[in-house]
């Protein structure tokens, strides 16, 4: 989890996604609280984005977004995923979402 973090603090967002991905199914044995392991996810899918590997994003953010349903955050940074990859009906959706839920 240390190199996960100073991967991503250096910048090497695919190093930081691959490291954090692997964790991903260890995060409930750390022991931290259910925010912890969320910021541990959150940088995970911030890794993907900035690695360019927006199909991994795009996946993390639905299910982000399924679980987290009333996170604007997450609708909007999936909206702007979706954008990147060129499904910009779902990124309207994703965007509309976010506004419902703002409201």
């Keep these: 989890l240390c190199e996960a973090i100073l991967a991503y603090a250096e910048r090497d967002c695919g190093r ?3 490291l954090f991905l692997s964790l991903r199914p260890a995060l409930i044995r750390l022991g931290a609280s259910h925010a912890q392991r969320d910021v ?3 940088f995970l899918i911030e890794s993907a984005i ?6 991994l994003a795009r ?12 996170s604007v955050g997450s609708w909007s940074k999936y909206a ?6 060129g499904a910009p009906q779902a990124a ?8 419902a839920v703002r409201t």
């Design 40 to 42: 541990f996810v959150q």
């Design 92 to 99: 309207t959706d994703a965007r509309d979402r976010a506004a």
């Design 59 to 70: 996946a993390l953010l639905s299910e982000r977004t399924l679980f987290k349903p009333s």
């Design 16 to 18: 930081a996604a691959d």
């Design 50 to 55: 900035r690695a360019g590997r927006l199909d």
């Design 80 to 85: 702007a995923v979706l954008d990147d990859l």
